[in-house]
């Protein structure tokens, strides 16, 4: 049996929608591989689902017959959200099943290389909503298709967190972290308080020698002025 892949991003039953495709598959004698895409619809269309298909192409060659066909191996559907009355996590009612069962049998019969001139009115494969019998190729049997959506769990709610307490436990490490700064700054000013002494003792006896042998010089002493001659 050749590969079938079903991309399913919605919550209809992946395993239901591979049994109605491989029973169209087996009507219409198909072999090949496919790919099979369902998505939601979101449009507001009838039964809110459409789809789309690859048409395969007859090719006549000698000495055929019938002529070989080159299937079309891809086709997409677009589901809606579930249907009014569907029961959760549980098969759905029958006229939903149809009506799926349809546009799976119409979409692979496009892959076949079957267009909507082939499938009439007057043919067994024209599709009616809502319409009391399944597609030939699923005759009369028990079908089920089933709507299984995910539930959420929420997360559960986050504690309040208390402001004040969260700030002073800040403030707390930040008064820490200053303290210890303070205390080497404190030692830092001290080591160089000391430093600073200590050269300044140094240069002052570094000048005393000089200042020793340097004689003093008296400032200059102005001559005494000539007193006047008198008349």
């Known amino acids: 049996m050749a590969r079938l892949t079903i991309k399913n991003k919605t919550a209809w039953n992946t395993a239901d929608i591979r049994r109605m495709v491989r029973a169209a598959e087996k009507y219409f004698d198909l072999k090949?591989?496919?790919t099979v895409e369902v998505?939601?619809?979101h449009g507001s269309g009838r039964h809110q689902m459409h789809g789309r298909a690859r048409i395969g192409v007859h090719m006549p060659a000698f000495g055929s017959n019938p002529p070989y066909v080159a299937e079309g191996t891809w086709l997409k559907l677009w589901l809606p959200y579930g249907f009014a009355g569907?029961?959760?996590n549980g098969p759905i009612d029958r006229a939903s099943v149809r009506d799926i069962a349809w546009l799976i049998f119409h979409e692979v019969?496009?892959?076949?290389?079957?267009?909507?001139k082939h499938m009439g009115r007057k043919t067994p494969l024209f599709v009616v909503w809502d319409q009391p019998d399944l597609p030939p190729a699923m005759g009369k049997g028990d079908w089920q298709l089933r709507y299984e959506p995910k539930v959420v769990t929420p997360p559960p709610p986050k504690p309040k967190k208390d402001l004040v307490a969260i700030r002073h436990a800040r403030t707390q490490k930040l008064v820490k972290k200053w303290g210890k700064m303070l205390v080497r700054a404190q030692y830092n000013l001290d080591k160089?308080?000391?430093t600073l002494r200590y050269y300044e003792r140094k240069?002052?006896?570094r000048m005393a020698p000089?200042?020793?042998t340097e004689p003093v010089l008296s400032p200059p002493v102005a001559p005494p002025l000539a007193?006047?001659?008198q008349p």
């Open 39 to 41: 998505t939601y619809n």
């Open 210 to 212: 000089k200042l020793a």
């Open 32 to 34: 090949g591989r496919r």
């Open 109 to 116: 019969a496009h892959n076949q290389g079957m267009e909507h």
């Open 86 to 88: 569907a029961i959760p």
């Open 192 to 194: 160089y308080s000391r």
């Open 227 to 229: 007193a006047k001659e």
């Open 203 to 205: 240069l002052a006896e």
